[in-house]
């Protein structure tokens, strides 16, 4: 890739902050807008996109938010913590990707939210999201509360996942359902169900 004058100046200006500001980081490009820093633990290898929003808004009962080692998140990611995001080792995130492990409100279960609060005034729900290691997300995707995404899966873009993913698997769509699973044995990718 070629960069133009003022690209080498963003890129060595960028590399510079981060070193200064955001070790162990490998590359955080600016702007970025990072909330809760206290709350956020990342390890070495860490890259981002442009215009990246991680906000730890606070523990209700978890650990904040931890970003394993080499993971890298494009531009226009958003993350938000309340209680606990974990991500693994060696993740992939393209763009515009939304995590939030809370919701203004609880609307399945026991003591649901009533309509006629305003959302911003209803109790913070929050239920830890974990991602595992080696998990690549796709453009646009959307991971709720209460989610958890197995080692070596696959977020098809514009999926929308609103519960468990199994390990080493492809899934996609709104709700996001799993199509495919990893063969160890045969060494490819096989729809679900082995059709």
């Not at 080499?70 to 939304?98: C, E, P, R, W």
Request: some cysteine.
């Amino acid at each position: 890739m070629k960069y133009t004058l003022g690209g080498i100046a963003y890129l060595l200006t960028s590399v510079l902050r981060t070193k200064i500001f955001y070790s162990p980081s490998r590359l955080i490009r600016f702007p970025i807008d990072i909330r809760g820093m206290a709350k956020i633990r990342f390890e070495k290898g860490f890259t981002t996109g442009r215009n990246c929003r991680l906000e730890a808004i606070g523990r209700i009962n978890g650990v904040g938010l931890k970003i394993g080692r080499n993971v890298q998140i494009n531009d226009n990611v958003h993350i938000v913590v309340a209680d606990t995001v974990i991500i693994g080792n060696d993740v992939l995130m393209a763009s515009k990707i939304f995590i939030s492990d809370c919701s203004h409100g609880r609307y399945i279960g026991e003591d649901q939210s009533d309509p006629d609060i305003p959302p911003s005034s209803r109790e913070l729900y929050a239920e830890p999201v974990y991602i595992g290691d080696r998990v690549w997300i796709g453009d646009n995707v959307v991971v709720m509360p209460g989610v958890t995404i197995g080692n070596g899966s696959i977020i098809g873009a514009s999926s929308v996942v609103v519960s468990d993913i199994p390990e080493e698997c492809i899934a996609v769509g709104i709700p996001a359902r799993v199509i495919k699973r990893w063969d160890r044995i045969m060494k490819k990718w096989v729809r679900h169900g082995g059709e």
